[in-house]
Nanobody, 114 residues
Framework: VQLQASGGGLVQAGESLRLSCTAS????????MGWYRQTPGHQRERVATLMSDGTTHYPPSLRGRFTISRDNAKNTVYLDMINLEPEDTAVYSC?????????WGQGTQVTVSS
């Protein structure tokens, strides 16, 4: 599975941003896709997961501001982020997993200015 991420950028606090992650290769056996984020000196944090059955998972702190969705025809998942805060500044990386094997896209920088 290969993943191509896009959509990062610089926004002001309170604005919104959409990240995209397109999968190619053996996509029909993907169990889940989602996003992690990481800032220097901090532990990587999973911010959204979308399972193949449509189930979504978010950390409680982000629920309501982050929404993951997918377009099956495009093999693409989206992460819609609203009311962004400077604390959301991080490198966001998309992943796909087949059972316990994880595949990663390149990170995309999201910077939120105050």
């Amino acid at each position: 599975v290969q993943l191509q991420a896009s959509g990062g950028g610089l926004v002001q606090a309170g604005e919104s941003l959409r990240l995209s992650c397109t999968a190619s290769g053996t996509t029909d056996i993907i169990d889940g896709m989602g996003w992690y984020r990481q800032t220097p000196g901090h532990q990587r944090e999973r911010v959204a997961t979308l399972m193949s059955d449509g189930t979504t998972h978010y950390p409680p702190s982000l629920r309501g501001r982050f929404t993951i969705s997918r377009d099956n025809a495009k093999n693409t998942v989206y992460l819609d982020m609203i009311n962004l805060e400077p604390e959301d500044t991080a490198v966001y990386s998309c992943f796909a997993n087949i059972l316990t094997r994880y595949f990663w896209g390149q990170g995309t920088q999201v910077t939120v200015s105050s």
